[in-house]
């Protein structure tokens, strides 16, 4: 099992940035699949980015999301990132990390199986 603990949510106005961070422990990612999920209040969690622990870092994105957020991975760190750019509010949420064996940078949130306890992020307009 891998541990996941995430930082980086707060407040930011409308259009502004936000790093968020996934700091993992317990085992090597090598093979893993790391992605991060939202979910806003009173709705359902969401797919928002995946990457691969591979050479090529695939990657994988929520149509709601591509061309504002990067997701990216410090191997050294043990760390995936996701830079979020040009916020909406319908992006406030609480964001969760993930990880799932196996390097296909899937969106289908039960085929991960260790999570972070999520961090809110709020975009105000």
């Known amino acids: 099992q891998v541990q996941l603990v995430e930082s980086g949510g707060g407040l930011v106005q409308a259009g502004g940035s936000l790093r968020l961070s996934c700091a993992a422990s317990?085992?090597?990612?090598?093979?893993?699949?790391m992605a991060w999920f939202r979910q806003a209040p009173g709705k359902e969690r969401d797919f928002v980015a995946a990457?691969?622990?591979?050479?090529?870092?695939?990657?994988h994105y929520a149509d709601s999301v591509k061309g504002r957020f990067t997701i990216s991975r410090d191997n050294a760190k043990n760390t995936v990132y996701l830079q979020m750019s040009s916020l909406k509010p319908e992006d406030t949420g609480v964001y969760y990390c993930?990880?799932?064996?196996?390097?296909?940078?899937?969106?289908?949130?039960?085929?991960?199986?260790?999570w972070g306890q999520g961090t809110l992020v709020t975009v105000a307009s």
């Open positions: 317990g085992r090597t990612l090598s093979s893993y699949t």
């Open positions: 993930a990880a799932k064996a196996g390097t296909a940078p899937g969106s289908v949130g039960r085929l991960y199986n260790s």
């Open positions: 990457v691969s622990w591979t050479s090529t870092s695939r990657t």
